[in-house]
């Protein structure tokens, strides 16, 4: 055709070519661009839900609190970052260690310190005189009664026994029950006699656990593992009252668990059940509450909690390593008591030491559940090791024989009637206490709540409740300072009972001493105690991170020989 030439085939095909990679180029970013308006709406859909929840969990008001709080925290951790004040911090961090490795660790003349082998086996008379060293060493005097807990010392007698039984079983190991069928036997009775003290169900079972810790650690292993199991909760949520053992945080660091504390009442000390209520979501696993708590002896309401736990179908854990066996016998010893065991109907699991007031050698606990299908969700089992079928019940593999044997010693030779005994001294002494300090010391003093078992919490309005603990301390007792609010307590044991009007005259004592140094009685000046200045500074700092350096240096000290 004139005035036209022919377009070569190849720049044809090129041009077809062209536009459709354009097409398909365009069909890519239109799909990478949907992929990214997905992922970002599936992010803005994930943390809104997450303020929802928070929201509707805390209140407008709660909300706000927490993230001043946050702000607070943020902004004076920031502070105590700059240059200056960093290194003036620092050093007086420093400086404290440098006092509490001082104070910990024995230096100087007449100090042996073993870094090495010896070259050549000390003879066993040798060994014998080197123990015979460590165990008088200056410590605090819990043999007259002055320790608050601490050592639950079942007398003598029992502690004979128990070397007893533990030198039988000393090589033993229950993850051999075919070497040392024994102390399969002896495990088992310890879960079954105490499932039995907490009235558990025919199908419940248990295990036995190094502590405390340990026991709450499984418990809420166990309901993370249900959780998702049944119904496949990936991020996991705990509820638990804010008095509430340290061991519930230690399980959601561990176990990518969110920890929410409830705070507790003000004046009963109880956990807030319209609070618990809010808070419970599709990704809770577990509802806590404590029989009694750590800080203060308070019995939260179980059977209020309980009522949530079966509306919500969350299971619920009492932790009553504390109780252990003196609140299942308060009734028999003719003490006031509250539901608690496995006898209301929503609980589902239990922990309680059995090396508390329980008597037995220290590394014993038990935690309970109410189906032996809970428990299992706590076992570990690899069928793929090289080295053969591997499978625990806790979280330990090889454990001590000689402490299952310890253990089950204690608890033959006590007996019902002997631990019904030992609740009715113990509680007695703490009933004392309670009595005495409400009294003879008010209106200096006062009692936090109203405690059923044996520790007695008590605080001040009017004077500076570390600087008592202080001046007790000079005087020889050794008391849990509190903070939260701020207070002391005394857990009661077996040596308590024969000081307890020691205690409240000393107590006395210390209250005066306190308030004639706050009236400025000549001579009354005294220098800031340990007690007084740690917890004065824990209490007036919105950041903590000075005080968990301090804490990660002092477990840093025990480890220096």
């Not at 033959?412 to 509680?427: A, F, K, L, P, W």
């Given at each position: 055709?004139?005035?036209?030439?022919?377009?070569p085939?190849?720049?044809?095909n090129?041009?077809?070519?062209k536009?459709?990679a354009?097409?398909?180029s365009?069909?890519?970013?239109?799909?990478?661009?949907?992929f990214?308006?997905?992922?970002?709406?599936?992010?803005?859909?994930?943390?809104?839900?997450?303020?929802?929840?928070?929201?509707?969990?805390?209140?407008?008001?709660?909300?706000?609190?927490?993230f001043?709080?946050?702000?607070q925290?943020?902004?004076?951790?920031?502070?105590?970052?700059?240059?200056g004040?960093?290194?003036k911090?620092?050093?007086?961090?420093?400086?404290?260690?440098?006092k509490m490795e001082?104070?910990l660790?024995?230096?100087?003349?007449?100090?042996?310190?073993?870094?090495?082998?010896?070259?050549?086996?000390?003879?066993?008379?040798?060994?014998?005189?080197?123990?015979?060293?460590?165990?008088?060493?200056?410590?605090?005097?819990?043999?007259?009664?002055?320790?608050?807990?601490?050592?639950?010392?079942g007398?003598?007698?029992?502690?004979?026994?128990q070397?007893e039984?533990?030198?039988?079983?000393?090589?033993?190991?229950?993850?051999?029950?075919d070497?040392?069928?024994?102390?399969?036997?002896?495990?088992?009775?310890?879960?079954?006699?105490?499932?039995?003290?907490f009235?558990?169900p025919?199908g419940?079972?248990?295990?036995t656990t190094?502590?405390?810790?340990?026991?709450?650690l499984?418990?809420c292993?166990?309901?993370?593992?249900?959780?998702?199991v049944?119904r496949g909760v990936?991020?996991?949520?705990?509820?638990?009252?804010?008095?509430?053992?340290a061991?519930?945080?230690?399980?959601?660091?561990?176990?990518?668990?969110?920890?929410?504390?409830?705070a507790v009442?003000?004046?009963?000390?109880?956990?807030?059940?319209?609070?618990?209520?809010r808070?419970?979501?599709?990704?809770?696993v577990?509802?806590?509450?404590?029989?009694?708590?750590?800080?203060?002896?308070?019995?939260?309401d179980?059977?209020?909690?309980?009522?949530?736990?079966?509306?919500?179908?969350?299971p619920l854990?009492?932790?009553?390593c504390?109780?252990?066996?003196?609140?299942?016998f308060?009734?028999?010893a003719?003490?006031?008591?509250?539901?608690f065991?496995?006898?209301?109907?929503?609980?589902?699991?239990?922990?309680?030491d059995?090396?508390?007031?329980?008597?037995?050698?220290?590394g014993?606990?038990?935690?309970?559940f109410?189906?032996k299908?809970?428990?299992?969700?706590?076992?570990?089992?690899?069928?793929?090791?090289?080295?053969?079928?591997?499978?625990?019940?806790?979280l330990?593999?090889?454990?001590?024989?000689s402490?299952?044997?310890?253990?089950?010693?204690?608890l033959?030779?006590?007996?019902?009637?002997?631990?019904?005994?030992?609740?009715?001294?113990?509680?007695g002494?703490?009933?004392?206490?309670?009595?005495?300090?409400?009294?003879?010391?008010?209106?200096?003093?006062?009692?936090?709540?109203?405690?059923?078992?044996s520790v007695?919490?008590?605080?001040?309005?009017?004077?500076n409740?570390?600087e008592?603990?202080?001046?007790?301390s000079?005087?020889?007792?050794?008391?849990?300072?509190?903070?939260d609010?701020?207070?002391l307590h005394?857990?009661?044991?077996?040596?308590t009972v024969?000081?307890v009007?020691?205690?409240?005259?000393?107590?006395?004592?210390?209250?005066?001493s306190?308030?004639?140094?706050?009236?400025?009685e000549?001579?009354?000046?005294?220098?800031?105690?340990?007690i007084?200045?740690?917890?004065g500074?824990?209490?007036?700092?919105?950041?903590?991170?000075?005080?968990?350096?301090?804490?990660?240096?002092?477990?840093?000290?025990l480890?220096?020989?």
């Open positions: 055709m004139t005035g036209s030439s022919r377009v085939v190849s720049l044809r090129f041009a077809s070519s536009k459709a354009v097409k398909n365009s069909f890519l970013l239109l799909n990478l661009d949907l990214r308006n997905i992922v970002f709406a599936f992010f803005i859909l994930r943390h809104f839900r997450r303020a929802v929840r928070k929201l509707r969990g805390r209140g407008v008001f709660g909300t706000l609190v927490d001043y709080s946050a702000v925290r943020y902004s004076y951790g920031i502070f105590l970052n700059f240059p004040i960093r290194s911090v620092q050093s007086q961090v420093d400086e404290a260690l440098k001082d104070k660790v024995p230096k100087g003349p007449g100090v042996t310190r073993f870094l090495a082998l010896p070259k050549e086996g000390m003879t066993e008379l040798q060994v014998k005189e080197e123990l015979k060293k460590l165990s008088e060493m200056e410590h605090a005097s819990w043999e007259e009664g002055k320790v608050s807990g601490a050592v639950y010392h007398g003598d007698d029992l502690l004979n026994l070397n039984a533990s030198r039988i079983f000393s090589i033993s190991n229950p993850m051999h029950p070497v040392f069928p024994g102390v399969r036997k002896m495990e088992a009775e310890i879960v079954a006699m105490v499932l039995a003290m009235n558990a025919s419940a079972g248990g295990i190094s502590g405390g810790t340990e026991s709450i499984m418990a292993l166990s309901a993370r593992t249900k959780a998702y049944e990936s991020e996991p949520e705990i509820i638990v009252p804010s008095t509430a053992h061991a519930f945080d230690k399980a959601g660091h561990y176990f990518g668990l969110t920890v929410h504390h409830v009442d003000p004046v009963t000390f109880k956990v807030d059940l319209k609070a618990v209520s808070l419970v979501n599709y990704n809770t577990l509802i806590a509450g404590s029989a009694p708590n750590f800080p203060h002896g308070i019995l939260d179980i059977v209020g909690l309980s009522k949530i736990a079966l509306r919500r179908r969350i854990h009492v932790d009553a504390l109780g252990s066996f003196l609140i299942p308060l009734e028999k003719g003490y006031p008591t509250e539901p065991d496995f006898r209301v109907k929503g609980v589902t699991s239990v922990s309680c059995t090396h508390k007031y329980g008597f037995a050698p220290k014993s606990s038990v935690v309970l109410r189906t299908k809970l428990r299992s969700y706590g076992y570990f089992v690899s069928a793929t090791w090289p080295g053969g079928i591997y499978a625990s019940p806790s330990a593999g090889s454990r001590a024989g402490l299952i044997a310890g253990a089950w010693a204690s033959m030779s006590q007996g019902e009637n002997g631990y019904t005994n030992s609740c009715r001294d113990i509680v002494a703490a009933k004392e206490i309670e009595s005495g300090i409400r009294e003879r010391l008010h209106p200096d003093l006062f009692i936090l709540g109203e405690p059923m078992v007695v919490a008590f605080s001040s309005k009017t004077l409740i570390y008592v603990a202080d001046e007790l000079s005087l020889g007792w050794h008391l849990n300072a509190l903070q609010p701020p207070a005394i857990a009661c044991t077996r040596p024969s000081v009007e020691t205690f409240l005259k000393d107590l006395e004592k210390a209250v005066q306190v308030k004639l140094r706050g009236e400025g000549p001579g009354s000046k005294a220098a800031v105690g340990e007084t200045a740690l917890y500074v824990a209490g007036s700092l919105p950041n903590k991170s000075v005080i968990n350096t301090m804490a990660t240096g002092f477990i840093d000290t480890y220096k020989a």
